[in-house]
């Protein structure tokens, strides 16, 4: 689970990243309202680094973002082993 925080009124919230790359990532686990599209945040990839990112689209719990500049993803290491709660 990871950190985003949007830079409006929208409350904080834990993510799932699912795809990763060094311009955008697919992530699930936050609905975000109709009409979102363009919203900017900060997604915390590692621990204690934001990402600038905006909201490209959402549906059903998942979402696209676009980073505001690259990441370099070879540089982060491993993913970090998440378990399961869902049941």
Known sequence: QRRWEPNTYLPR???????????????????????SEGLKMKLEI???????????????????????RPVAIESLGPAPSVKSTRR
């Open 13 to 35: 919230g834990d993510v799932r990243i699912r795809n990763l790359s060094p311009g955008g990532a697919l992530i699930d686990g936050i609905e975000f309202p109709k009409g």
């Open 46 to 68: 590692t621990d204690g680094q934001p990402v600038e990112a905006e909201l490209r689209w959402s549906r059903e719990g998942l979402a696209g973002v676009r980073f505001a």
